[in-house]
């Protein structure tokens, strides 16, 4: 299905969430759908999306779905895998589909982290947007695929991204997302980076996705903000506050507290 034909109309969709079902909030239907593969859930071109998981088991649930909704819609599909062979990802997908033809087709590319985030030896977010933004234009210029799926899975093991560089990446990426027709979810090990990481998460996606759950991400700070914040240190006492009200909605959602 081309991205030209997923126009479904407009509307606000609230799905009910049961052991097996995503639950979307306040999510706004519109033009422009791309399933995300599990549970009927839709995101929107453009869209920046974190996942939170543990382990490869619970990474497969999202990865592995969202890649063969997008394969079976004609979309070109990229995944950077951290610490898994790429040819792991694509035998997973072979129980679904012809893995091997997407894959000489160039339909789906599945690469290994280093080769994209560690070509200059060392991590850096300018160097990886814009592997991001030739990887686009490639596909863009083949003219084959009218939208673009890409999932980057994040666990410290091939590489570990310095903090500081992995925080202007995923802000800066809010500016290039809507430059292509495409949505990108990055895929975090929660026990790999620990929970110090999900303030800076929630920061830098303007949605998030924990196990079976799509939210609307209330703390989303864009890029030119959150930067400036962190070059200023993000400190002082309005900043603790904001960072401890973060957390505890994280807690909240994340444990069906509210």
Same mark, same amino acid.
């Given at each position: =299905? ?18 097996n079902q995503l639950l979307l909030i ?22 920046? #999306? ?7 088991? @619970? ?76 990887? =686009?234009?490639?596909?863009? !210029?083949?003219? /084959?695929?009218?939208?673009? /799926?890409?999932?980057? $899975? ?27 027709? @495409? ?13 110090? #990481?999900? #303030? ?19 703390? !989303? ?6 930067? $400036?914040?962190?070059? @200023? ?14 957390? @505890?909605w994280y807690f909240d959602e994340t444990?069906?507290?509210?």
């Amino acid at each position: =299905m081309s991205a030209s034909a997923r126009g479904i109309g407009a509307g606000t969709a609230f799905l009910s969430c049961s052991s097996n079902q995503l639950l979307l909030i306040g999510w706004c239907v519109v033009s422009n759908g791309i399933t995300l593969g599990v549970s009927g859930i839709e995101a929107e071109l453009g869209d920046h #999306i974190c996942g939170l998981y543990r382990g490869e088991s @619970q990474r497969d649930q999202v990865l592995i779905p969202f890649l063969e909704a997008g394969l079976r819609a004609g979309d070109k599909c990229l995944c950077v895998v951290d610490g898994t062979d790429p040819t792991k990802i694509v035998r997973t997908l072979e129980a679904r589909l012809d893995a091997s033809a997407v894959v000489d087709s160039k339909q789906l590319e599945v690469i290994r982290a280093s080769d994209i985030y560690l070509r200059s030896g060392a991590f850096s977010a300018d160097e990886v947007i814009g592997a991001w933004k030739a990887a =686009m234009s490639d596909v863009m !210029y083949d003219g /084959r695929f009218d939208a673009v /799926r890409a999932v980057e $899975t994040w666990s410290r093991r091939d590489v570990v991204p310095d903090a500081k560089e992995l925080l202007v990446l995923e802000s800066e990426m809010n500016r290039y997302l809507p430059l292509f027709p @495409q949505v990108i979810v990055c895929l975090y090990d929660i026990d790999r980076f620990g929970g110090g #990481i999900i #303030i800076d998460l929630l920061k830098s996606h303007p949605r998030v996705l924990v196990g079976e759950v799509l939210l609307e991400n209330p703390y !989303y700070q864009a890029p030119d903000e959150l930067l $400036t914040e962190a070059a @200023q240190g993000g400190g002082g006492v309005t900043a603790n506050s904001e960072i401890q009200k973060a957390a @505890q909605w994280y807690f909240d959602e994340t444990t069906g507290s509210t």
